[in-house]
């Protein structure tokens, strides 16, 4: 069956700087990948999503990279602020019936 | 518009009793799906419905679950009996089409059996 990993490890990181989150899987040949944000206490909300065919993808301060031979997705944030702090999942689907999410890696940043 | 909306948002009972959670989707979404979310495993897919048809199921852990969708605006998730191992949170998600990429999801039902 599909696998995903994110780093359980919190990612800490210094206002300004920019945070770069990973997200590998194994077992799958997703045809997109998402991002959501999570806060404590809340259901996940949708950033970006990237399709198989697209290397990257940007939204404002989030850029998404997408790297089907390593199976792997990197997630950026710019310039980070205090208010990205959260935690971070990504989810992979073939066909936008079934999404598989990772875990998710909690990112803090400090002021 | 309000969201997807989830009740109760917390779920206290003993084990063996009867829980059902509840879900509205935004309006005109017809895609619902139940997830439930836990440390150890994550964020799982037990089951989602098109056009208030269920579509796949596999991901409901035993016959102790069941979900029911009526009408295109209330679903339901039904644990009996209930048991410790069920605590998590479940979350319901809904999408405007089949291949809108956009999950809307609710707060969450926070679930301990004791």
């Known amino acids: 069956s599909q696998k995903i990993e994110q780093n359980s490890e919190a990612l800490n990181i210094q206002e300004g700087k920019t945070a770069t989150l990973t997200c590998n899987y194994t077992?799958?040949?997703?045809?997109?990948l998402q991002w959501y944000r999570q806060d404590p206490g809340r259901g996940p909300v949708f950033l970006l999503l990237?399709?198989?065919?697209?290397k990257e993808k940007r939204k404002e301060r989030l850029k998404v990279t997408f790297d089907t031979t390593l199976k792997q997705s990197l997630f950026h944030i710019t310039a980070s602020q205090p208010a990205d702090s959260a935690t971070y999942l990504c989810?992979?689907?073939?066909?936008?019936?079934?999404?598989?999410f990772g875990s998710g890696t909690k990112l803090n940043v400090k002021p | 518009d309000a969201g997807v909306i989830q009740s109760p948002r917390h779920e206290v009972t003993e084990m063996g009793q009867e829980v059902t959670l509840r879900c509205k989707p935004i309006?005109?979404?017809?895609?619902l799906f139940w997830y439930r979310q836990t440390m150890m495993r994550g964020l799982e897919l037990l089951i989602y419905?098109?056009?208030?048809?269920?579509?796949?199921d596999s991901g409901m852990p035993e016959d102790r679950f069941s979900a029911k969708m009526p009408n295109a605006s209330f679903s339901t998730l039904k644990i009996q009996p209930s048991e410790p191992r069920d605590s998590a949170v479940y979350f319901c998600?809904?999408?405007?089409?089949?291949?809108?990429?956009?999950?809307?999801f609710g707060s969450g039902t926070q679930l301990s059996v004791l």
């Open positions: 998600a809904s999408r405007a089409g089949r291949t809108n990429e956009k999950l809307f």
């Open positions: 077992n799958y040949s997703p045809a997109y």
């Open positions: 990237i399709r198989e065919n697209e």
């Open positions: 989810a992979l689907s073939d066909n936008f019936n079934k999404f598989y």
């Open positions: 309006s005109g979404h017809n895609s």
């Open positions: 419905f098109n056009n208030n048809v269920p579509i796949d």
